[in-house]
């Protein structure tokens, strides 16, 4: 009887590490309460709905002519992208508006806009469910690279860098609330905190004010690089755009 | 001056069965602005928030709401409905500012 | 429902802790707009505790929404029904959240919502049956902090 112990022994242990190794990275969902996972769960109870809605809208009228939604379902999954006119990387939003010049003959909206934000909501949606699978164009290499030094850099009058709350305490708690590991699964979002839709950038932005550094201008490079980073760091999680958070 | 058209979303459930009680959403897309709130020069912000959202099933009043600046902008409301026959149901919102609405959903009941 | 039992585990679970740290969140502190707004709504009749459960977390992430669900044992027929439920505050800049009319029309007693909580206080759910009858129910809850806040 010893050996088949000994065989279930190492399996449960091998089954245990290959356990941990699978997947040790969170999604911002998981460290929520249940109360707040209940709004993002259902959507007919997710106040983001309501950008998507308006999203649906204006996607029928500009962007339906070229796309239909379901086309669009890699998109978000895999923006930020290698934009080879520009000759730099693109996010999102940035090529929502530059579909809109180019081809739709309108203007581009204004970043952090309401209409902005529903078609990114609305687009980002089609992706849901789906792994963050980031643009694999080489040309993205220096700017993923420039991105991680960006995240790794300290600021502020708090002087901290990004790494230290989101890799080295994340899990820990910070004025009450849980640092999550930062991964940028779910935006456009719904924070509490806003009462209101916004998107990456402005969430990194109240980061920077977090530890009082002079946030970057929205629609700047530096946050396109660290999304870039960010991205890479979450490669093969699940998208849950657009999800709520505190 | 009326406002924009308030964005809702109005479920019911797709189908029910005659006694049947229904569970009602409602998601509105609304600041709720308090009148409590500074605003970045320290005036204080206006009050503008849905006051009263009525909702009535073939022209009977099934169900209503009264709503104070503590409701969350955005609000959700959830409310039940038993099912009896087929019909529609209207929900009327009323707020500050002029806002009316109205919104209708179809009950099918089999 | 399932969205009750679950406001209800969180409650539970995390009621002991919040009891034995904040012993003075259960103490009622009626203000005097608090007393008026619930006078309004009892037109005088004495307030009972039972039947009604307010449903909402006992620590909440973010004052600014904070689910609550409300439900009141009754039969809903046209002889015994609920007729409004009234949610109020202790501390907010104005007492009342809001007040649901019901009646037989709609089967059941129970009321789903988000509502705003300036600081940690009792919440109060308050119904009114058809005799007049009043009935109510006191959750103490704490409020935490977002960490990161708008800077700009």
């Known amino acids: 009887m010893k ?72 998109a ?45 909501a609305f687009v980002a949606l089609q992706s849901r469910g ?60 719904y924070r509490l905190e806003w009462q209101g839709l916004g998107s990456l950038q402005r969430r990194l932005r ?41 | 001056m009326k406002m924009a058209a308030l964005r809702t979303l109005l479920r019911v459930p797709a189908s029910a069965r005659p006694g049947e009680v229904m569970e009602v959403r409602l ?39 009264d709503l104070f600046p503590a409701i969350t902008a955005n609000p959700y409301i959830a409310f039940p409905l038993r099912a009896t026959r087929s019909g529609t149901l209207t929900v009327t919102i009323e707020g500050d500012n002029g806002l009316a609405e109205r919104e209708t959903a179809v009950i099918t009941v089999a | 429902m399932t969205r009750t039992r679950r406001g209800w585990l969180a409650a539970g679970s995390a009621g002991v802790a919040v009891v034995l740290l904040q012993p003075w969140a259960a103490r009622a502190e009626i203000s005097p707009a608090l007393q008026a ?28 929404t904070v689910p609550v669900s409300v439900s009141v044992q009754s039969p809903m027929t046209a002889e015994q029904h609920v007729r409004s439920i009234a949610i109020f505050t202790e501390l907010n800049p104005q007492p009342e959240v809001a007040v649901f009319h019901l009646g037989p029309a709609s089967g059941r007693a129970q009321v789903s919502t988000r509502m705003r909580m300036a600081k940690s206080q009792n919440v109060i759910a308050m119904a009114k049956m058809n005799d007049g009858s009043v009935w109510q129910h006191r959750v103490a809850v704490s409020v935490a902090l977002a960490a990161c806040l708008e800077g700009e």
């Open chain 1, 3 to 74: 050996l088949p112990l000994a065989t279930l022994l190492l399996a449960f242990i091998v089954a245990a590490a290959s356990a941990a190794q699978a997947e040790p990275r969170r999604s911002g969902f998981d460290d929520m309460s249940p109360s707040t996972q209940a709004l993002q769960r259902e959507d007919t109870q997710n106040p983001a709905m309501l950008w998507v809605l308006d999203g649906e809208q204006r996607f029928n009228a500009d962007c339906a002519r070229c796309h239909s939604a379901q086309s669009l379902g890699a």
């Open chain 1, 76 to 120: 978000a999954a895999r923006h930020p992208a290698w934009d080879a006119a520009a000759a730099k990387p693109l996010t999102l939003a940035g090529r929502i508006n530059q579909c809109r010049v180019r081809h739709v003959k309108a203007p581009a909206l204004a970043p952090e806009s309401e209409g902005l934000l529903a078609l990114e």
């Open chain 1, 130 to 189: 789906r792994p963050i699978a980031p643009d694999p164009a080489p040309a993205l290499r220096p700017f993923v690279a420039q991105g991680e030094r960006l995240f790794k850099q300290r600021i502020g009058q708090l002087d901290f860098s990004c790494a230290q709350c989101h890799d080295d305490n994340a899990g820990r708690r910070l004025a009450g609330a849980k640092i999550p590991q930062a991964h940028p699964t779910g935006y456009p979002i």
């Open chain 1, 206 to 246: 109240n980061c920077m004010s977090g530890v009082r550094a002079e946030p970057y201008a929205y629609g700047s490079d530096e946050f396109t690089m660290i999304e870039l980073y960010l991205k890479q760091r979450a490669a093969g999680m699940a998208v849950e755009s657009p999800a709520v958070r505190p």
């Open chain 2, 27 to 65: 998601l509105m897309q609304h600041p709720m602005e308090t009148g409590f709130r500074p605003d970045a020069g320290g005036r204080t912000v206006p009050r503008n928030i849905l006051r009263r959202i009525e909702a009535r099933f073939e022209g009977e009043l099934v169900f209503a709401a």
């Open chain 3, 37 to 64: 707004a619930i006078d309004h709504f009892t037109s005088g009749a004495p307030v009972q505790t039972g039947r009604v459960t307010l449903a909402v977390d006992a620590v909440v992430e973010n004052g600014n």
